[in-house]
C-alpha cells in the first residue's frame, strides 16, 4: 500500500513549517537575533500543528509517530541547506534507519 502524495506533501511542508518555526527560537537564542525572529517562528509552529492535523491517519499517535522519520531527514536537509553544515555518515544512517522506522509504522499490516 503506497502513501498517499498528499500526505507526503503534508509531512513535508509540516517537516520544513515546524524546522523554520524551532530554528527562529534558535535564532533568537543562540545566535543572538531579534526578539522579531519570534513573531514567524510562532506563525510557523501553528502552520505545523495545523498540517500535521491534516495527515491522514486512524490515530493522531501514528501520524505523528511516522511524521519523526520525515522530520529527522528533514532536519539533515535543514542542516546542509541552511546552516551550510555537511551531514556526516552517522547522520545520514540515523535519517536511514529513522525513515525504515516511519515506513515500518506507516505501511504495517494491522490487525
Not at 524546522?19 to 502552520?47: E, H, Q, T, V
Request: with cysteine; aromatic share 16%.
Amino acid at each position: 500500500m503506497a502513501m498517499p502524495f498528499s500526505a507526503v506533501v503534508l509531512y513535508v511542508l509540516a517537516a520544513l513549517a515546524e524546522i523554520a518555526g524551532c530554528f527562529a527560537f534558535w535564532a533568537w537564542w543562540r545566535l543572538d537575533k531579534s526578539p522579531l525572529w519570534l513573531a514567524p517562528g510562532l506563525l510557523a509552529l501553528i502552520a505545523f500543528a495545523w498540517l500535521l492535523a491534516l495527515a491522514p491517519a486512524d490515530h493522531a499517535g501514528r501520524a505523528y509517530a511516522a511524521y519523526g522519520g520525515v522530520y529527522i531527514v528533514a532536519s539533515l536537509i535543514w542542516l546542509f541547506a541552511v546552516e551550510g553544515r555537511q551531514p556526516d555518515h552517522w547522520d545520514i544512517a540515523g535519517g536511514l534507519l529513522a525513515l525504515a522506522g516511519a515506513a515500518a509504522i506507516l505501511f504495517g499490516p494491522r490487525s
